[in-house]
């Protein structure tokens, strides 16, 4: 079966700028996560989707992101308006029930100057 | 709120030496204690996991045991291998799921021939 997939695999923008990320979950998997390593720092929760509906968004470090998960297949994360700190490395994950192991992507790792 | 404090990197060892990565962790409950690994270019990957006090975890000749007494869920190989480069990050959740995972920042190791 295919992994958990992730677009863009690095992106480079400007402060100011918007980025969207994508994730690509295993088909059938109805829980999806997004966690974010920002340099140096510990590898932190963002958000869980249960299918199209957000289950726990905690994690989500301000209003300039913005998860979605339209019609409970893959899911995107906008960042609206960049800022510097927001650099790091974006990680999804997805899992078929909410009690077993995350299946990780390889992340996107974004840079803001 | 939970934590989990794990050793600074990066550890240097040649092949078949032996292996420790220090874990301790802070949390309300009874968590469930996790070391993922990230090879080179690729995502997370769950190595071995613990659900409860004085489980030993183990997997690709790594083995961890679940100290409740002294809160830590320390990493250890007998003989590493090359292949065995990569981060390694410790990681708790509450109680039996995986879902919302804290995570240590990462142990980076190197071996050489």
């Known amino acids: 079966e295919a992994g958990v997939t992730q677009f863009p695999s690095h992106s480079v923008i400007e402060k100011g700028q918007t980025v969207t990320l994508r994730c690509d979950p295993i088909?059938?998997?109805?829980?999806l996560y997004w966690y974010r390593r920002v340099m140096g720092k510990e590898i932190k929760f963002l958000l869980h989707?249960?299918?199209?509906?957000?289950?726990?968004e905690s994690g989500m470090p301000n209003n300039r992101f913005l998860a979605e998960r339209t019609g409970g297949t893959y899911s995107t994360l906008k960042v609206q308006p960049a800022e510097l700190e927001d650099s790091g490395v974006y990680f999804c994950?997805?899992?078929?029930?909410?009690?077993?192991?995350?299946?990780f992507g390889n992340g996107t790792r974004l840079t803001v100057t | 709120g939970d934590s989990v404090t794990q050793m600074e990197g990066p550890v240097t060892l040649s092949e078949e030496a032996f292996l420790t990565i220090n874990c301790t962790y802070t949390?309300?409950?009874?968590?469930?204690l996790f070391w993922y690994v990230q090879y080179p270019g690729e995502g997370l990957q769950l190595l071995l996991k613990?659900?409860?006090?004085?489980d030993k975890g183990s997997n690709k000749g790594f083995e961890a045991t679940y100290r409740k007494e002294t809160t830590s869920f320390h990493l250890e190989k007998g003989s590493v291998q090359v292949s065995d480069s990569a981060v390694y990050f410790c990681?708790?959740?509450?109680?039996?799921?995986?879902?919302?995972?804290?995570f240590g920042k990462g142990t980076m190791l190197l071996v050489s021939p």
């Open positions: 994950a997805s899992s078929p029930f909410v009690n077993s192991p995350l299946h």
């Open positions: 088909s059938g998997h109805d829980n």
């Open positions: 989707f249960v299918k199209e509906s957000k289950q726990d």
């Open positions: 949390a309300t409950g009874y968590p469930s």
């Open positions: 613990a659900t409860k006090a004085d």
């Open positions: 990681a708790l959740s509450e109680g039996s799921g995986y879902s919302t995972l804290t």
